[in-house]
Each structure stands twice: as structure tokens, then as C-alpha cells.
């Protein structure tokens, strides 16, 4: 299934949300979307799903445009997650599936074998007549994936699943996404980059509703690598920076600290070149104002 976004841009009255997208999705693998909150995440991710219209541009199914007349079947073959799925609370979270099943047009005959498939999937089959009211924000979070996945999706596109997780359940989602990604092309909206690494195998970064970068992880991870850095100082010894330099996170044991900083140079004796992780490179996209096809530049002041 080949996705592309050809010139897409949407409106809403005089605020322009997405300006000009110009961009294809893989048939396979995770895709990551990111950016900060109105970045236009979450409308990308309603034009990909059928659900709003682009006020201009094209969204194309393998190479054709999708209009009224192909917007049934392009639907079928996607599988979309709202930020705030909705369920009937007092449906079992079996009869939930099997609701959306049939709303999904999806053989009567086929419907309760489809449906235990999916409670396997999810990991929720020794929950399947627990009412959707009982289920935890996690168990929730995988009953909506499995909604997504009822139809098999060719394109599978997840908006902030993550975002009412607790640490723990965000990595049993991850680990889900880990299993189906092989198979299809999962397109997930997330301010929550932590614990992906290991599985994100492309990424997409919004500005104000425009291409900031666009790439492989890897690839960025490793352009990112020389201007990660660690820095351990002790207590009532702050530490001077001799670059400019972004403050990622800082950690206290006892009496010493370990800052996790980006800089173009070393920020100060002692400095140790760190491992990146994916919340590194985005805010360092960020700080520098990358384009999507404009290399990393030094920064040219703290901020």
C-alpha cells in the first residue's frame, strides 16, 4: 500500500495547521511523528486516516488521488486510534471488538473468531468480559489498538497512544507495536520518545505544521551522536559551560549530578561523549532549526 502526501495543506479559518506536506510513507516498519503540542500532528494523522479532508493537496493511494468515490476503500484497508477512542462503558471489552467489527463491515461468519484473535493480540483475552468502565488506562489503550487492528490493516495509524500510560504500560505497548510493525506500516503521533529507540525505524518531525526533518532513526541518531554529552559534577560545584549548550536532563545521586547536555564542542573539561537517545536528537532538531533537507548547523547562543 503506497501512501503519499503531495502539497498538503489544511486550514482551519485563518490558522493554516499543516503548510505544504510533501511526503511518502513506507510500507513496512514504525513510523514516529513528533513535535511539540499544535506541531499538526494529530490532523496529519486525521487526513491520513480519511477523517478530514486537506483544504489543498492530495493525499494519493498508489499514485491515485483519494476522493469520495475510493474514500470506503481506502478505509478498509486502515486501521486508525484516536487520541480519545471512545467505547460503551458497560460493553464487556469482547462485545466492544465485536461491535466495531461489525461497524467495519466485517463478515458476521468471521466476526467471534476475529474477534478472539485480536483479545490474543492485545493481551487482553483473560479480560474479555471485564466491562470496558473496569479496564485500566492501559488495558484500555490496547483494547482501542485492537479496534485498530480489527480489519488487518494494511496502514496502521496510533494518535499519542502513550500519553496516559505509566512508564510500565508504555513499554507493553511498545512491545505490541514491536509485533505488528513487520507486517504492515504503523504510523504513530507521539511527544513520548522514550523506549523507542529499539523499535522506531522511521521519523517524522513538525515545526508549525511544516517538515522539520524526515529520515531513518538510525541515520539521525547516528548525525546526532557527536553532540551528545555527559557531565558529572558534584555537589555546590556547578559547572561553567565553555560552548553554547541545550540542558536535555539532569540527574541527582548523593552529592553528584550527571547533566546530559547537546553541544557542538565540548561544554566543559571533562565531558563525555554520550549514547543518544531519540529525545536527544529531537530537541536538538529543534535547537538548531533543521529543514528537511538542511544538514545540523551550531547553534549559535544558550538558550
Known amino acids: 500500500m503506497n501512501i503519499q502526501l503531495h502539497e498538503v495543506t489544511k486550514r482551519f479559518g485563518s490558522r493554516v495547521a499543516l503548510h505544504a506536506l510533501e511526503h511518502s510513507l513506507p510500507c513496512r516498519g514504525l513510523t514516529v511523528v513528533g513535535g511539540p503540542n499544535g506541531a499538526g500532528k494529530s490532523v496529519l494523522l486525521k487526513i491520513l486516516a480519511g477523517v478530514v479532508a486537506p483544504t489543498s493537496g492530495q493525499l494519493l493511494w498508489d499514485g491515485v488521488r483519494v476522493d469520495r468515490t475510493r474514500l470506503t476503500a481506502y478505509k478498509f484497508r486502515i486501521g486508525y486510534m484516536p487520541q480519545e477512542p471512545a467505547f460503551y462503558e458497560g460493553q464487556s471489552a469482547q462485545a466492544s471488538l465485536a461491535y466495531f467489527a461489525r461497524l467495519k463491515g466485517i463478515p458476521s461468519g468471521l466476526v467471534e473468531t476475529r474477534v478472539r484473535q485480536i483479545l490474543r493480540i492485545v493481551h487482553l483475552d483473560c479480560l474479555a468480559r471485564r466491562p470496558v468502565k473496569h479496564l485500566s488506562e492501559g488495558e484500555r489503550a490496547r483494547l482501542a489498538l485492537g479496534v485498530a487492528l480489527l480489519n488487518d490493516p494494511d496502514l496502521l495509524l496510533l494518535d499519542e497512544p502513550g500519553s496516559k500510560l505509566d512508564p510500565g504500560q508504555r513499554i507493553e505497548l511498545w512491545e505490541l507495536l514491536a509485533a505488528i510493525k513487520s507486517t504492515r ?3 504513530m503521533a507521539t511527544h513520548l520518545f522514550a523506549g523507542l529507540e529499539g ?14 526533518y524526515t529520515g531513518s532513526a538510525d541515520a539521525l541518531l547516528a548525525e546526532v551522536a557527536p553532540y551528545v554529552w555527559d557531565v558529572r559534577s558534584t ?3 556547578e559547572p561553567t559551560w ?16 550527571t547533566w546530559r547536555l547537546l553541544a557542538s564542542t565540548p561544554p566543559c573539561a571533562g565531558a ?6 531519540l529525545d536527544d536528537a529531537y530537541l536538538w532538531l529543534r535547537w538548531c532549526g533543521r529543514s528537511a533537507d538542511v544538514g ?7 538558550i
Open 185 to 187: 506500516s504503523v504510523v
Open 199 to 212: 523499535i522506531v525505524d522511521h521519523v517524522v518531525i513538525l515545526e508549525d505544521g511544516r517538515l522539520l
Open 235 to 237: 555537589l555546590g560545584k
Open 296 to 302: 545540523l548547523t551550531r547553534p549559535t547562543g544558550e
Open 242 to 257: 565553555s560552548s553554547p549548550i541545550r540542558v536535555v536532563s539532569h540527574r541527582r545521586q548523593g552529592s553528584d549530578t
Open 272 to 277: 563525555r561523549r554520550a549514547a543518544p537517545a
